[in-house]
């Protein structure tokens, strides 16, 4: 059996962890990326010179798009995960109503032309049946899963990041993991945490948020972290007393488990995938209620369970796991 992957995405936040661990767990014959198909996403080009004829060429058993962009000229056996439906439960966040449409006729046309269709969660099959009209059976639930370089550490190893970003010590410390995307809903966390009991620095860590936010927030006491490597991010999670994932919708919500890896508790909405990766573990609010926030971050500060109780629980959730049932559904579909 032979199968593809484009993998042009590889380097983006979210659908690129998702990528880059399903060419190590799964095994492809092919891998498409920006040397070899190199064409803007969302983009006419991608369509008109996606390699049809190199995969004919290779006899490709099953072609896997990692995104609703599927070459919609494709002819032969396709498996395409959709993430999420955040751009037709949110149009309102979109640059204009092409984008709109752009998203939903690619999703529909994803959902007929695919043989399978792979998502994160339930909560996304959910939507997806709901948008087109979907036959469950043809949706599969895969869960994402949690890097093995997520691990608790000991303080010594941690304590250079107060030096690095400046990050005043003796306070409660808040993580937030994520980018500047309406539906993230860090606008909502920021006129929360003036609500907020404890003594506190908030981190953002991401997207550059410093030109943004700078400015309104002159009283509060924020860390602009910015872009970190992989290595920070976990130290970063071991310094946090609480990380904060606000948003409106998530396909997933892969800082949920990042963080509980690290034994570091959670507060997240309690909208759309969350509470199925966050389970009993995670503290929740209603991500639009200023109060609701303030009043879960500080039942988080008061949390005294064990660390090892939160990463025991991140574990359940694999890539290896995640790669073998997608390569189980690819089988399926080859044979």
Not at 75 to 88: Q, S, Y
Not at 287 to 305: L, S, V, Y
Not at 309 to 322: C, G, H, M, N, P
């Given at each position: 059996?032979?199968?593809?992957?484009?993998?042009?995405?590889?380097?983006?936040?979210?659908?690129?962890?998702?990528?880059?661990?399903?060419?190590?767990?799964?095994?492809?014959?092919?891998?498409?990326?920006n040397s070899n198909f190199p064409c803007k996403n969302y983009s006419i080009k991608e369509q008109l010179f996606f390699p049809y004829k190199k995969l004919r060429r290779?006899?490709?058993?099953?072609?896997?798009?990692?995104?609703?962009?599927?070459?919609?000229?494709?002819?032969?056996?396709?498996?395409?995960?959709?993430?999420?439906?955040?751009?037709?439960r949110y149009p309102q966040f979109l640059p204009s109503k092409f984008h709109y449409h752009y998203f939903k006729f690619m999703l529909g046309t994803a959902t007929k032309k695919a043989s399978k269709i792979l998502t994160d969660s339930h909560n996304t099959k959910k939507d997806i049946m709901e948008f087109f009209n979907v036959e469950p059976t043809k949706?599969?639930?895969?869960?994402?899963?949690?890097?093995?370089?997520?691990?608790?550490?000991?303080?010594e190893q941690i304590f250079y990041l107060y030096e690095k970003y400046n990050i005043p010590q003796g306070k409660k410390i808040i993580l937030y993991v994520g980018n500047l995307l309406p539906h993230k809903n860090l606008s909502g966390l920021l006129k929360a945490i003036h609500l907020i009991k404890e003594d506190y620095v908030l981190i953002l860590a991401g997207k550059s948020f410093k030109n943004r936010y700078e400015q309104k927030q002159e009283k509060a006491s924020i860390v602009y972290a910015g872009e970190v490597s992989q290595d920070e991010l976990v130290d970063l999670y071991n310094l946090a007393d609480l990380s904060v994932l606000p948003s409106l919708y998530e396909g997933?919500?892969?800082?949920?488990?990042?963080?509980?890896?690290?034994?570091?508790?959670?507060?997240?909405?309690?909208?759309?995938?969350?509470?199925?990766?966050?389970?009993?573990?995670?503290?929740?609010?209603?991500?639009?209620?200023?109060?609701?926030?303030?009043?879960?971050?500080?039942?988080?500060?008061?949390?005294?369970?064990?660390?090892?109780?939160?990463?025991?629980?991140?574990?359940?959730?694999?890539?290896?796991?995640?790669?073998?049932?997608?390569?189980?559904?690819?089988?399926?579909?080859?044979?």
């Open positions: 059996m032979k199968i593809a992957i484009d993998a042009r995405m590889m380097n983006k936040s979210g659908i690129g962890t998702y990528i880059k661990h399903m060419i190590k767990n799964v095994g492809y014959n092919i891998v498409l990326d290779e006899k490709i058993d099953v072609l896997h798009i990692p995104h609703l962009n599927i070459p919609i000229f494709y002819r032969e056996k396709l498996i395409v995960t959709i993430h999420d439906l955040t751009h037709l949706i599969k639930v895969i869960y994402l899963g949690v890097g093995k370089e997520f691990v608790i550490k000991e303080k997933f919500g892969l800082p949920v488990l990042e963080s509980f890896a690290c034994g570091t508790p959670v507060a997240c909405s309690n909208t759309s995938s969350l509470p199925e990766v966050g389970g009993n573990h995670a503290f929740y609010f209603d991500p639009k209620n200023e109060n609701d926030i303030a009043d879960a971050i500080n039942k988080a500060f008061e949390w005294k369970d064990s660390p090892l109780a939160l990463r025991e629980y991140a574990l359940q959730f694999s890539w290896k796991k995640t790669g073998r049932e997608t390569l189980d559904e690819i089988n399926s579909l080859a044979n």
